[in-house]
C-alpha cells in the first residue's frame, strides 16, 4: 500500500480516538461517581478538563506543529492521548482521573491540530478530497457510535475498559506513524502566540471553575466575585494581546465578518444547549431510570442515526437554501427536541425521551455540515486553516462553559426543590438538600434515621428531575438564540468567490523524516 493511504489510516484512527472520548465517557459517569466515590462537581471536571485543554491548545498545537514539525508533534501528541488514557483507567481517585483527562485533552489537540495538514501534505488533488471526506465520515461514526461503544464495555467490562481501548491502539498507530508518515512543517512559520494561550486559558478555566463551584461557596463570595472577575480580566487581556500580534493564535479581525462571527455563535450555542446536556440526561437515564451503560447508549442511538441521516440531506440542500436559513431551521429543532424532552418525571420511561432525541437529531444533522462550509467559506483560503480551528475552539468552549453553566442552575434548582418538599418533615434541617445537590447522595442519606431517610429519598428523585427540567428550558433558550443569530448575521455575500467548502490546509514544504 502506498504512504499516502497508510497516512490517512493512523490520522483517521487518531482522530477517531480523540473524538470518541469526548462522547463515550458520559454513559459511564453514573459507573465513574460510585466506583470514585465523586461529587457532581468531579462528574462535570471529568468532561470539562478534557473538553478545556483541547479548546485552548488547538490553535497553539497548530504553530507548534509548523514550526516543529506535523509529524513529530503529531507523535508526540498520540502518545501523551495513549499514555494518559492508560492512566485514566488506572485512576484510584477522582482527582487522578480528572488531572489525567486534561493530559489527554492536550495530546487531542494535538493530534486534531495536525491531522488536516498531515493529510494536505499526503494527497494532491481530487484524491486530497476523497481523503477529506473519509475524515470527516470518521468523526461522524466516532459521535455515532461513542455512547453505544461507552455503554457496552462499561456494562461488559468496566468503566476504566472506555479509556483502556485507546491504549493498544494507540500504541499501533504510533508505530505506524514513525514508519509510515511524511515530516512537513511550514518555512514560513514565526512563532507561538504564547501571550495568547496563557490569558485564553486562564480566562476560561477561571470561568469553569467559578460556575462549577459557585453554588458550594457562594455566588456572592470573595472567592466566586474574584474568580468571575479574574476570567473578564484575562479575557480582555486576550483580546488586547491578540489585537497587538503580529501572528495571533486568534485573529479577531475575521470577526468583522458576521457570518463568520454567526457560524461560531451557532457552533457555542449548539454544543451549550444540546451537547452539555448528555451528562445531565445520562445521569438521569441511569440513576433515576435505572437503566444500565449500555442501554443508556442504545437510548441515545435514535438522535445520533437521525443526525447521521440529517446530515447529507443539509448538504445537499446547501446549494439551494441559504446558510442562514439552514441554521436557523437546525437550530430551532434542536430547541423543539429540547423542549419535548422537558416535564420528565421520577416515574417517566426512557420513551419520553424519544421524540425529543429524533427531532434534535435532526436538528444538529442540519446545522454541523453547514458550520463547516460557514467557517471557512468566508476567509480567503490561506486562513482556513485558522477559521477552521476557531470554529472547533467555539465547539469545545460550548461544551466546557455549558456544562458548567447548566451544572450551577440545576444543582440550584435541585436543592430548591428538595429544600421545599422536606420542610416539616424529619429530613429537614439536615443539609440534605445541599448534599444531594452536590451529588453526594448515598452517603448523605445513610447517615440519616430511617424515617427521614424514606422522605429524602423521594425528595432527591424528585428533585433531580426539577433541576433536568429546569436546565432543559434553559437549553431550548439556548438553542433558540443560536437560532436567531443563524439567521440575523449569516448571509451569502460574506463568501468568498470560490472558497473551498472542504478544509483545504495550505501547501507545506516537506521534510525529510
Known sequence: MERKWWTL???????????????????????????????????????????????????????????FGRKRVFEIGLALFTISSL?????????????????????????????????????????????????????????AVGPLLGGALTDGLGWEYIFFINVPIGVLAILLSVRQLEESRDPRARGVDWLGLVTFCGALFLLVFALIRAN???????????????????LTAFVLVERHQRQPMFDLTLLKKPT????????FTLSASMFAMFL?????????????????????????????????????????????????????????????????????????????????GAGIGFTNPTLASAAIGVVPPERSGMASGINSTFRQVGVA???????????????????????????????????????????????????????????????????????????????LFGAICGLVLVRRSDYVAGAAHVQQPQETEAVPA
Open 280 to 360: 445531565y440526561i445520562a445521569l438521569y437515564v441511569q440513576n433515576i431510570i435505572g437503566l444500565s451503560p449500555f442501554k443508556t447508549g442504545l437510548v441515545f442511538l435514535p438522535l445520533t442515526v437521525t443526525s447521521f441521516f440529517a446530515a447529507p440531506i443539509s448538504g445537499r440542500l446547501s446549494g439551494v437554501v441559504s446558510p442562514r436559513v439552514l441554521f436557523a431551521v437546525g437550530m430551532f429543532l434542536v430547541a423543539v427536541g429540547l423542549f419535548l424532552m422537558h416535564g420528565v418525571t421520577a416515574s417517566s420511561g426512557w420513551t419520553h425521551l424519544l421524540p425529543g432525541f429524533i427531532i434534535s
Open 401 to 479: 462553559t455549558g456544562i458548567a453553566g447548566l451544572g450551577a442552575a440545576f444543582q440550584a434548582q435541585v436543592q430548591s426543590k428538595i429544600t421545599d418538599l422536606i420542610a416539616g418533615t424529619p429530613a429537614a434541617g439536615t443539609g440534605i438538600a445541599k448534599q444531594v445537590a452536590t451529588g453526594n447522595v448515598k452517603p448523605a442519606l445513610s447517615q440519616l434515621p430511617d424515617q427521614a431517610r424514606a422522605v429524602a429519598g423521594r425528595a432527591a428523585r424528585e428533585g433531580f428531575v426539577s433541576g433536568l427540567n429546569h436546565i432543559l428550558y434553559i437549553g431550548v433558550g439556548v438553542a
Open 9 to 67: 489510516i493512523v490520522v483517521s484512527v487518531a482522530t477517531f480516538m480523540l473524538l470518541l472520548d469526548i462522547t463515550i465517557v458520559n454513559v459511564a459517569l453514573p459507573s465513574i461517581q460510585k466506583s470514585l466515590d465523586a461529587s457532581f462537581s468531579d462528574l462535570q471536571w471529568v468532561v470539562d478538563a478534557y473538553a478545556l485543554t483541547l479548546a485552548t491548545l488547538l490553535l497553539t498545537a497548530g504553530s507548534l506543529a509548523d514550526i
Open 87 to 143: 492512566i485514566c483507567g488506572l485512576s484510584g481517585s477522582p482527582l487522578m482521573l480528572i488531572l489525567a483527562r486534561a493530559a489527554q485533552g492536550i495530546g487531542g489537540a494535538v493530534m486534531f491540530a495536525t491531522s488536516l495538514a498531515l493529510l494536505a501534505q499526503a494527497f494532491r488533488g481530487r484524491e486530497r478530497g476523497t481523503a477529506f471526506g473519509v475524515w470527516g465520515a470518521v468523526i461522524a461514526s466516532a459521535a
Open 260 to 267: 463568520f462571527t454567526g457560524a461560531n455563535i451557532v457552533a
Open 216 to 234: 458550594n461557596v457562594g455566588w456572592g463570595s470573595t472567592q466566586t466575585v474574584s474568580e468571575l472577575i479574574g476570567s473578564a480580566v484575562l
